[in-house]
């Protein structure tokens, strides 16, 4: 399967976004090069102010009552992890490329498979990046 690396933004890898419909998810944020390739090859990429992005992502909710598995998250050594991967976060990507045709249309996308973290920023839910930035105010 292929991997491509590249820098991982709202990526949700071991829960769910369910914001609409789950499903796990990263925008790959990869070089013009890499991303003008996948585009010739007719698949989605997103324009981000951070730069051209790969929508790498998996239904939870799969045909006839199935659900799918996380994909699998790994260190650089690839132990299996379980962090939460920040905005900005150097990665490697494994996806399954898929194609189907309905009613005479095709449609292709990259399935998440699994995710490697190379160089981590840990999305922090408990408000301390905010603490951090408050007690500077409170020095000035």
């Known amino acids: 399967m292929p991997v491509q690396e590249g820098v991982a933004y709202w990526a949700s ?4 976004n369910t914001r609409y419909e789950p499903k796990y998810t990263v925008n790959l944020v990869v070089d013009e090069e890499t991303a003008q390739a996948f585009k010739d090859r007719g698949f989605t990429v997103k324009d981000m102010d951070e730069g051209p992005a790969l929508i790498i992502r998996r239904n939870v909710n799969g045909p006839n009552g199935m659900i799918r598995k996380a994909p699998k998250l790994f260190d650089r050594q690839k132990n299996l992890v379980d962090v ?6 150097r990665v490697k990507v494994q996806f399954k490329e898929w194609e189907v045709n309905r009613s005479g249309q095709t449609f292709k996308g990259l399935d998440f498979q699994a995710l490697q973290v ?5 999305f922090s839910t408990d408000g301390s990046e905010l603490e951090a930035e408050l007690e500077e105010i409170d020095e000035l």
């Open 13 to 16: 890898v071991t829960t769910p």
């Open 84 to 89: 939460n991967v920040g905005n900005g976060s």
């Open 118 to 122: 190379l160089d981590l920023v840990e």
